[in-house]
């Protein structure tokens, strides 16, 4: 059976819009008889085990949500003027379940980073006791590994809802596992068309897969 270069893999995997479908797509096209997509993925993921071995990390169901933007923009259609804008892509994903939302905002501005929570805790029908932010300005102001500073209407939001924030430690992308879920969980979003206006897109987006 021809083995892939997962190095080479890796690396691919990093890039906007690339995902393990697209890349084992590419690699049947080399070999018609090569692994099928799951046992592709299994050696993939044994490959970046023995690369960077880590401690497994065990989520409580309920217990932390995982938010954060894509960093891949979804163009939008106004259906009226044939004008088109770029939206962001807002993602959660609930640690042990790996449920996820996901929705298109205009911008990463902290009134639609907290209007995102609110549809988020919405959608779930409920609060975790944690809500894991990587970091963005709109809802850390000082990223620390002992004490960060949560921006404070965001803080606001969170205490209403009676759940912790908890930003990502910076520098320590292994306690950051879910964020490259996120990505992964984003970049199928761009398989939408692109004449939807903003809101038939989220209808589509906060659909788990």
């Known amino acids: 059976m021809p083995e892939p270069d997962w190095s080479v893999i890796a690396v691919e995997l990093k890039k906007p819009g690339v995902t393990l479908t697209i890349l084992w797509e590419e690699y049947?096209?080399?070999h018609p008889d090569?692994?099928?997509?799951?046992?592709?993925?299994?050696?993939?993921?044994?490959?970046e085990r023995r690369l960077t071995p880590t401690m497994r990390q065990v989520h409580v169901a309920g217990d932390k949500v995982f938010v954060d933007y894509s960093g891949k923009k979804l163009p939008i259609v106004d259906r009226k003027t044939g004008e088109i804008r770029e939206a962001e892509i807002f993602v959660g994903v609930l640690?042990?379940?790996?449920?996820?939302?996901?929705?298109?905002t205009w911008s990463q501005?902290?009134?639609?980073?907290?209007?995102?929570?609110?549809r988020m805790f919405a959608f779930f029908g409920g609060v975790p006791r944690l809500i894991v932010p990587d970091n963005l300005k709109?809802?850390?102001n000082k990223a620390?590994?002992?004490?960060?500073?949560?921006?404070?209407?965001?803080?606001?939001?969170?205490?209403?809802?009676?759940?912790?924030?908890l930003p990502a430690r910076p520098k320590r992308p292994k306690l950051q596992a879910f964020f490259s879920y996120l990505m992964i969980y984003s970049n199928d979003l761009g398989t939408f068309g692109n004449n939807r206006c903003l809101p038939d897109r989220n209808s589509s987006a906060a659909k788990p897969t």
């Open 28 to 30: 049947r096209g080399v």
């Open 34 to 47: 090569g692994y099928g997509f799951s046992r592709f993925c299994d050696l993939f993921r044994g490959f």
């Open 95 to 104: 640690g042990a379940s790996s449920y996820a939302f996901a929705e298109a």
């Open 109 to 118: 501005t902290l009134p639609d980073w907290i209007g995102s929570h609110v």
């Open 138 to 140: 709109s809802g850390v």
């Open 144 to 165: 620390s590994f002992y004490d960060p500073e949560i921006n404070r209407s965001f803080g606001i939001m969170a205490a209403h809802y009676g759940v912790g924030v």
